[in-house]
C-alpha cells in the first residue's frame, strides 16, 4: 500500500504565495508520475500540474506561468504557487503513479487533500 501525504494548503490573499507538499511511503519500487489535481466546490476534480519521469511538466491552462510543480528526492514533490487567485480556492490533492515494490505491479494513490483558500 502507499501513502500520500499533502502539507501546506492554507489561507492567502489574492497575489500570494503558497508552497503545497506531497510525501510518498509504503509500498514504493519507482514513482513515474507525480502530480497536483484540485477540486472546488460544486466542479469536478480537475489536473494542475504533473511530472512524468522527472522530467516533463504538464500544466493546466489557467495555472501557467504561476504555479511550478518539482520534486524533492524520490518520493516528495511540491506545487509554489504564486500570484494567486481567488478563483484558485480549492482543495488540492497529490497524485503518484509507479509500481509497488513487493510486487513490481502498478499503482495509483491519492492524498487525503490539502484546503487552499484565496481571498479577494
Known amino acids: 500500500q502507499v501513502q500520500l501525504v499533502e502539507s501546506g494548503g492554507g489561507l492567502v490573499q489574492a497575489g500570494g504565495s503558497l508552497r503545497l507538499s506531497c510525501a510518498a511511503s509504503?509500498?514504493?519500487?519507482?514513482?513515474?508520475?507525480m502530480g497536483w489535481y484540485r477540486q472546488a466546490p460544486g466542479k469536478q476534480r480537475e489536473l494542475v500540474a504533473t511530472?512524468?519521469?522527472?522530467?516533463?511538466t504538464n500544466y493546466a491552462d489557467s495555472v501557467m506561468g504561476r504555479f511550478t510543480i518539482s520534486r524533492e528526492g524520490a518520493y516528495t514533490w511540491h506545487l509554489q504557487m504564486n500570484s494567486l487567485k481567488p478563483e484558485d480556492t480549492a482543495v488540492y490533492f497529490c497524485?503518484?503513479?509507479?509500481?509497488?515494490?513487493?510486487?513490481?505491479?502498478?499503482?495509483?494513490?491519492w492524498g487525503q487533500g490539502t484546503q487552499v483558500t484565496v481571498s479577494s
Open positions: 497524485n503518484a503513479d509507479g509500481l509497488t515494490l513487493s510486487t513490481i505491479t502498478r499503482f495509483e494513490s
Open positions: 509504503g509500498d514504493i519500487f519507482s514513482i513515474h508520475a
Open positions: 511530472l512524468i519521469k522527472g522530467r516533463t
